[in-house]
Structure formats: structure tokens, C-alpha cells
């Protein structure tokens, strides 16, 4: 994938009217058959550790991608925000920490990003076993770190990626020591979709042809949502 920062004088701008901003996040367009702009409608500023996670949780995607960030070194530092090395989708595991520590976080609406996908790049190009592999260590490592008071609500939102991982691409790697993680975090918690999708999880990896089965309607259901994407862009500039 490649993206290239289009505008930083907003970023700029905002970090020097308040040097406390730990992090900007810029919107961008995704270009594939037809452009999508990102889903960042307005100016926004969270100012403590509560409401920037209630911003990333309360999302339906986590934005994972380290680029179009505009970070703190010293708040990186600070923390030992680093890459895992030797890792695929390593930005899932980083942001899963950044998340951990941010308290002061600047969201805004500026197209600060060009999105462009091609063929052979890590997310196009990397098979589905190895792309499985990489991925189901991350999610192990990110259930093995929970944050205390926070477990049921990390663990909700990374139960839906693992899910749709899973069925997207292969056979997790270690799924019985993984699922128990993300089941205790839940434990005393509502969160019955979740449950829901843990029970469908365990037997979807003791059954091939249920695998088969639910892989084929995750498939329809991402077609469906992106020509929704496709058509919603097409109006909105009509």
C-alpha cells in the first residue's frame, strides 16, 4: 500500500497552537474503482485517556494504520512505542498500545492522505496461511496485555477483528490459547454478539465445511458493504 501525505499545514498548525497534542489524526481517500473518503466529518479534540478511547472503541473499525498520524516523538519514546519486528500488520498491535497511552488526541476532517492499493503489497499480495500467521500472534499478544478495567471492552473490539480474520484468511495459529483470553475478559460483561461470535468461532475450527459456509457469507456481506461505500460516494458527489 502506498500513501502520500498530501497537506501538513493543519497538523502543523494545531500542534503549535497546543504543543500538549500527543497525537493528529488526518482524514484521506481510499482509491480503488471509485474514491471513499475516510469517515472523519469534523474537528475534534479528546484531552483524556477516557474519551480518546471512547473515540477509538466506540468505532466500528479502528483506524490500525500508523500513517496519516501526526505523533509526538517524545510521546513514542516516552512510552517504547515501537514496531514488533519480523511481523506482518504490525500496526494492529502498535495502535493497540498507542491506544494504552494516549491522552491527548486532535481528529481532523483535512484530506491529509492519498490511499492507493496495488497488486503485491502486504495486504493484497501476502497468501492467506502466512498472512494468517502473522496475525494470530498479534491477537494472542494483544490478549495477553489486556488493559486492567479495560479487558471487556479490548477484548469485544478485538474479538470482532479475530473473527473476521479468521474467516477471511485461514486457520488461526494457537486459537486454543488465544479464545480462552478473550473469553475471560468478557466474563460478568453483557456483550452477547460476542459470545455469539466465540461460540461460532470454536466450532467454525472444528468443523471445515462450517468454515467454508460462514467464510462465504462474510464474503457476501463485504461485497454488499462495499458497493453501499461505492454508491453512498457516487450520490454524495451527485
Not at 479487558?151 to 488461526?172: G, I, N, V, W
Amino acid at each position: 500500500v502506498s500513501a502520500f501525505l498530501l497537506n501538513r499545514s493543519s497538523d502543523l498548525a494545531i500542534i503549535e497552537r497546543d504543543p500538549s497534542i500527543e497525537m493528529v489524526q488526518g482524514n484521506r481517500i481510499f482509491y480503488s474503482d471509485t474514491p471513499i473518503i475516510g469517515g472523519i466529518s469534523q474537528e475534534e479534540e479528546f484531552a483524556s485517556s477516557k474519551s480518546v478511547r471512547d473515540y477509538f472503541f466506540n468505532r466500528n473499525v479502528l483506524p490500525v494504520m500508523a500513517w496519516n498520524k501526526l505523533i509526538s516523538k517524545k510521546f513514542l519514546t516516552d512510552h517504547g512505542l515501537y514496531f514488533m519486528e519480523g511481523i506482518l500488520y504490525e500496526d494492529n498491535a502498535w495502535t493497540f498500545y498507542m491506544v494504552k497511552h494516549l491522552q491527548h488526541l486532535h481528529v481532523i476532517p483535512d484530506i491529509t492522505c492519498n490511499h492507493y492499493k496495488r497488486p503485491l503489497s502486504i495486504t493484497t499480495g501476502t497468501g492467506k496461511i502466512e498472512a494468517a500467521h502473522h496475525l494470530s500472534i498479534i491477537y494472542e499478544d494483544i490478549a495477553r496485555h489486556f488493559t486492567p478495567g479495560e479487558e471487556a471492552r479490548e477484548a469485544k473490539h478485538y474479538l470482532r477483528s479475530y473473527f473476521s480474520c479468521s474467516m477471511r484468511y485461514h486457520m488461526m495459529e494457537g486459537y486454543q490459547r488465544t479464545l480462552p483470553l478473550y473469553e475471560k475478559a468478557m466474563v460478568g460483561n453483557g456483550y452477547r454478539k460476542e459470545r455469539f461470535l466465540l461460540w461460532v468461532l470454536k466450532l467454525s475450527f472444528r468443523s471445515g465445511f462450517l468454515r467454508g459456509m460462514l467464510a462465504f457469507l462474510v464474503k457476501i456481506y463485504r461485497a454488499l458493504l462495499y458497493s453501499f461505500r461505492r454508491l453512498a460516494t457516487l450520490w454524495n458527489k451527485h
